[in-house]
């Protein structure tokens, strides 16, 4: 499996932005999916974002869609998440997974996850 590495959490003021990295261990195929989800205490993980390495599919949850972005630079292994116009309620631990084959939005779904950043926005 993929080893995954998060980075880019901290503590920002609402309206803020941040962007998060994952770097993986190794490129994979480009029809693996890479996904970044978000847990919150006491509430169940929950789906932020996807892509393949080739770009040609990316998602958002609803909850996101139109203030995050999910990018990847291929030659450094490493997937993107930039997250703008933050809210309180996008506080959590983001984690970013990787699977085979076609998406899904149920973390059971990924073999591969890393060990998490915090993202906390607070005035």
């Known amino acids: 499996q993929v080893q995954l590495v998060e980075s880019g959490g901290g503590l920002v003021q609402p309206g803020g932005s941040l962007r998060l990295s994952c770097a993986a261990s190794e490129r994979t195929f480009n029809t693996y999916i890479m996904a970044w989800f978000r847990q919150a205490p006491g509430r169940a993980r929950e789906f932020v974002s996807a892509?393949?390495?080739?770009?040609?599919?990316?998602t958002y949850g609803d909850s996101v869609k139109g203030r995050f972005t999910i990018s990847s630079d291929n030659a450094k292994n490493t997937v993107y998440l930039q997250m703008n116009s933050l809210k309180p309620e996008d506080t959590a631990v983001y984690y970013c997974?990787?699977?085979?084959?076609?998406?899904?939005?149920?973390?059971?779904?990924?073999?591969?996850w890393g060990q998490g950043t915090q993202v906390t926005v607070s005035s």
């Open positions: 892509m393949t390495w080739s770009s040609d599919f990316t």
């Open positions: 997974a990787a699977k085979a084959g076609s998406f899904h939005s149920i973390p059971g779904r990924y073999g591969s």
